[in-house]
Each structure stands twice: as structure tokens, then as C-alpha cells.
């Protein structure tokens, strides 16, 4: 990466207005970018200290700057050999370089101590906000997940890993140096997680993907390759009963909410794509999710994608029920829940009072307008999606 040089007393002038609105160092906004500055250069972050001057002759930039100030920041700091590794192309583009520095910057602060134990997850809302990258319900930022494994902070959902190595604090930041340039989470149709890959090449080769990539707020519950395989016998010629096979694939899918593990433990009252009730038990054997008479256990949460997030099962939720009218409402009350969050989380997404994203009755509109279909919505384009699905992966 090569970034232009500008000099500190260069970059002063573009941030004082803005940094001088509201934010908590208003009294002194030049020594507030000085003394960030400094810290970045006491660190040997040169390459991050010079993208933020790049980005302070932009408008998005000089407000994504001018935020910090104004509130708990927690920063993840790439280092220069990490910067080193981006495309000259993606650098040069100051509106793609701030999209991605906006995904390494979270509300709240989380020091050391603030990440929850191994195999939980901290989940964390970025300000990595653009229409074009993220459709979360009720406009919200993108989330990064963290987990410490027992050892050094990792962040996940990176096409490799990436580790916190060294952390240090600057006024109202946390800033934890990282191995790497964290990657912003793709549509769903972008993931390469191997043990679905069955799943993934379904969903490309049917009309499931618009649907699914057109919905603002989805949970899925995705089986691996071995439960999809596994299923195979139970289900034997119901495979060609596709009023069962959308019924049964409507019940993997919670529209219209993002639900993450630290959210899934304690929702009640979910209603599936399908209309029908799905539970959630944790124990201590881990976490699994019900529908009707089947039970699947989670092997592996939090699988960001731009809209949503997929958590992998050991097997298939084997119910054919559904209920039209369930599905509307829960829709309904997931969209209205949605557009009344208004408020940035300030702490761990999902943790208590710090403005989770769990709600009541979160789900989806199978067969509502507004849900996983396009027109008249789920009910007939999606349906059909789904069924298509349902037969391609049945065939794998």
C-alpha cells in the first residue's frame, strides 16, 4: 500500500471544524488529532496514520475521523505489514479505503477483559454503515465478531486469521494493533466455509439467491454437507413432495431479524420463514435449535454476511408444518421492532443493557409481503426458491 505523506500541521486544519462540533474534546480538537497521530506513529502504525490523512480530505473520512471523539471507540489497528498486503487499487480508492477502516472501528470500549470467554463470542457494532456493503433490519452497522480462544484475541469471519497483538489507549479509545486488514462480511452467495459447500452451489444455481439477498435482516440456520447427506434416506420419495420440502426449508430461515449466539441463547417466541415456533436450549452440551419433533445442535455461529448471519447445524429441522398467518405476523413485529432501534449499541451486541438485537417474536414473513420474496413475496417467488433448493441440495 502506498499512501500519500501529508504533514501533521497539514491535517489539523481539515479536522478542527468538524472535531470541534460536539465530541468531548471540542476545547482542543488539534491536540485531539495531534496526540492520535502521535500514538499511531508511537505504535509503528505509519501506514494507518497516513490512510487517516488520506481520508481527511473526503467527507465521509473527515466524519468518520471527527466521530472518534465523541463517545467510547474501541480501534482495531492494522500494522504497516498488514497494509502492506492491500491492493494498490483498493488504497487508491478513498471511498473503499473508508468503508473498510469503518469496519475496524466499534462503539463502546473493549479492553482485554471485555471479550467474552472461548466458546462465546463478542460481537461488537462497527460504523461500517454503507447501503452498498451492509442490509442489516433498521439500517443498522455491521458487526465484528471476536473470540479469544483461550489464547490472543482473534477476530473472525477473515479469510485468514487475524490476532490482536499488542493494545495501547489514546483519551477515549482503545486501540489494539492487528496482524491484518479485516475484510467486510460478503452477501451470502460469497461464502466459502467448505461444509456447505453443497448448500452454497444450490443456492447459486437456484432462484433462492435473490430472495435471500434481497432480505434486509436474516438468521440462517444452514445444515452441513454431512446433515444434508444424512437426510437423504429419512426423507426417501418425500423429496418430490414440494409442499413439504418449503415448509421444511422455510423452517431453517428467521426473517427480518439478525439473530447472533449471544442473542440465541435467551430468544423466545421465534417464528420460522414457515410460520411455525422454533426453540432455542442451552445447555451443557451446547446450543441447539428446535422445530417441532427435530433438533439440530449449532456447530459453528456468527457466519456474518451482508445481510444477516448463518449458523451452521449437524442436521436438518425436519418439520413440514407451516402456518401463513404466524409468518405475517412475526414479520410484521420483527420490521416494526427493527425501525424503533434506532440507537447505536454501546457495549457487546446481544449482552445485557447494552441494546441487543433480540426482540420478541423476531422472524420471518414467509408469506408476507416484504419477506424473502420479491412481488407479492415469499408466499410465490421465494416458495418456489426454496423448493428449487430443497431439490438441488436433495440431490447432492
Known amino acids: 500500500m502506498?499512501?500519500?505523506?501529508?504533514?501533521?500541521?497539514?491535517?489539523?486544519?481539515l479536522l478542527a471544524p468538524v472535531l470541534g462540533q460536539d465530541g468531548t474534546n471540542s476545547s482542543s480538537p488539534d491536540a485531539y488529532v495531534a496526540g492520535l497521530l502521535s500514538t499511531l506513529q508511537g505504535l509503528n502504525l505509519t501506514m494507518l496514520q497516513?490512510?487517516?490523512v488520506s481520508l481527511a480530505n473526503t467527507t465521509e473520512g473527515a466524519s468518520l475521523l471527527a466521530s472518534l471523539p465523541m463517545g467510547n471507540r474501541t480501534v482495531f489497528a492494522?500494522?504497516?505489514?498488514?497494509?502492506?498486503?492491500?491492493?494498490?487499487?483498493v488504497t487508491s480508492n478513498l471511498d473503499e479505503l473508508g468503508n473498510i477502516l469503518r469496519y475496524h472501528v466499534v462503539s463502546g470500549s473493549f479492553n482485554a477483559s471485555s471479550f467474552a470467554m472461548s466458546p462465546n463470542h463478542t460481537i461488537m457494532r462497527t460504523f461500517l454503515n454503507d447501503s452498498s456493503l451492509v442490509q442489516l433490519e433498521g439500517n443498522k452497522s455491521q458487526v465484528l465478531v471476536a473470540d479469544p480462544s483461550g489464547g490472543p484475541v482473534m477476530l473472525l469471519n477473515q479469510p485468514q486469521n487475524i490476532t490482536v497483538l499488542q493494545s495501547a489507549t489514546y483519551d477515549n479509545l482503545i486501540i489494539h494493533v492487528i496482524d491484518g486488514v479485516l475484510t467486510v462480511p460478503p452477501p451470502l452467495t460469497g461464502l466459502n466455509p467448505s461444509n456447505i459447500s453443497a448448500l452454497l452451489s444450490a443456492a447459486q444455481s437456484s432462484n433462492l439467491t435473490d430472495p435471500v439477498l434481497?432480505?434486509?435482516?436474516?438468521?440462517?440456520?444452514?445444515?452441513?454437507?454431512?446433515?444434508?447427506?444424512?437426510?437423504?434416506?429419512?426423507?426417501?420419495?418425500?423429496?418430490?413432495?414440494?409442499?413439504?420440502?418449503q415448509?421444511?426449508?422455510?423452517?431453517?430461515?428467521?426473517?427480518?431479524?439478525t439473530l447472533y449466539s449471544t442473542s440465541l441463547a435467551g430468544a423466545s417466541n421465534l417464528t420460522s420463514a414457515s410460520g411455525e415456533p422454533l426453540m432455542m436450549i442451552s445447555n451443557s452440551s451446547g446450543l441447539f435449535v428446535m422445530s417441532a419433533n427435530s433438533t439440530a445442535k449449532v456447530v459453528q455461529s456468527d457466519i456474518l454476511i451482508e445481510n444477516g448471519v448463518v449458523h451452521l447445524i449437524d442436521g436438518v429441522l425436519l418439520n413440514p408444518m407451516s402456518n401463513s398467518s404466524a409468518a405475517e405476523s412475526a414479520y410484521s413485529v420483527a420490521t416494526v421492532a427493527a425501525a424503533t432501534q434506532t440507537a447505536m449499541e454501546t457495549g457487546a451486541v446481544g449482552a445485557a443493557g447494552a441494546g441487543s438485537g433480540a426482540t420478541p417474536s423476531p422472524s420471518a414473513g414467509g408469506m408476507s409481503s416484504g419477506a424473502l420474496g420479491m412481488g407479492s413475496g415469499f408466499g410465490t417467488v421465494g416458495v418456489a426458491a426454496l423448493a428449487a433448493l430443497a431439490g438441488a441440495m436433495l440431490l447432492v
Open 2 to 13: 502506498r499512501c500519500p505523506r501529508f504533514s501533521l500541521l497539514a491535517l489539523l486544519p
Open 214 to 245: 434481497a432480505s434486509h435482516g436474516v438468521t440462517i440456520f444452514a445444515p452441513t454437507d454431512a446433515a444434508l447427506t444424512g437426510a437423504l434416506g429419512q426423507l426417501g420419495q418425500a423429496a418430490s413432495n414440494m409442499t413439504l420440502i
Open 78 to 89: 492494522p500494522n504497516d505489514a498488514a497494509f502492506a498486503q492491500v491492493p494498490e487499487n
Open 247 to 257: 415448509a421444511v426449508l422455510g423452517n431453517h430461515i428467521v426473517n427480518g431479524t
Open 50 to 52: 497516513q490512510a487517516a
